[in-house]
């Protein structure tokens, strides 16, 4: 069973920036695709980002120019470069991982990002 493991995010005032780790128990070749998604209070849980096994990305529209994620395979680890962070920034980010067709098999454990002054 794999596991992915978060770290990073915490308190930053606008304009900041942070960045998240999410390192897997074994190796991030099994995982065709990877992503971040995050979930503010009253909200519905939003897909931020994704990178596939060939480093293709995409990102919420939200997002876009600010935030940038990456896959180590040699440390089977994903990142989440956050810059300019904004207050409607905040809210508990998750990694997750696509493994054998199935989308989102595996979630880390989540990792609260707050935004404020």
């Known amino acids: 069973q794999v596991q992915l493991v978060q770290s990073g995010g915490g308190l930053m005032q606008p304009g900041g920036s942070l960045r998240l780790s999410c390192a897997a128990s074994?190796?991030?070749?099994?995982?065709?695709?990877m992503g971040w998604y995050r979930q503010a209070p009253g909200k519905q849980r939003e897909l931020v980002a994704t990178i596939t096994g060939g480093s293709n990305t995409k990102y919420a529209d939200s997002v876009k120019g600010r935030f940038t994620i990456s896959r180590d395979n040699a440390k089977n680890t994903m990142y989440l470069q956050m810059n300019s962070l904004k207050p409607e920034d905040t809210a508990v980010y998750y990694c997750?991982?696509?493994?054998?067709?199935?989308?989102?098999?595996?979630w880390g454990q989540g990792t609260q990002v707050t935004v404020s002054s």
């Open positions: 074994g190796s991030i070749f099994i995982f065709d695709v």
């Open positions: 997750t991982a696509n493994y054998n067709g199935i989308a989102t098999a595996y």
